[in-house]
């Protein structure tokens, strides 16, 4: 069975940190590039971070360059998104999607990426 799971949201306070997992079962990442979404109540999903699959090559929207970095761990078939300073705004639910190509993709065609996950929550909030 194919799948993407996503972990390690919750609730911080802004300046803190936390690291999204995004694991895949029933295939291996290293084909695949992988995209971080979001989405805030009320507002589109958001491309976010992309890491490519050679070099590799990523990608940070504006809003979150400098403090959120994107990583693969082939051995352990994950993606890890680690998110520091983290601000009210960044509030949302984040998920992440494959694709099978080598290029990243963090447009706003959903249908670009092959496998979604499930979604985790993130707030930073006091």
């Known amino acids: 069975q194919v799948q993407l799971v996503e972990s390690g949201g919750g609730l911080v306070q802004p300046g803190g940190s936390l690291r999204l997992s995004c694991a895949a079962s029933?295939?291996?990442?290293?084909?695949?590039?992988i995209g971080w979404y979001r989405q805030a109540p009320g507002k589109e999903r958001e491309g976010v971070s992309c890491?490519?699959?050679?070099?590799?090559?990523?990608y940070y929207a504006d809003s979150v360059k400098g403090r959120f970095t994107i990583s693969r761990d082939e051995a352990k078939n994950t993606v890890y998104l680690q998110m520091n300073s983290l601000k009210p705004e960044d509030t949302a639910v984040y998920y992440c999607?494959?694709?099978?190509?080598?290029?990243?993709?963090?447009?706003?065609?959903?249908?670009?990426?092959?496998?979604w996950g499930q979604g985790t929550q993130v707030t930073a909030s006091s």
């Open positions: 999607a494959a694709r099978r190509r080598n290029g990243c993709y963090v447009g706003p065609r959903l249908s670009e990426y092959d496998y």
């Open positions: 029933g295939f291996s990442l290293d084909s695949y590039a």
């Open positions: 890491i490519s699959t050679r070099a590799p090559y990523t």
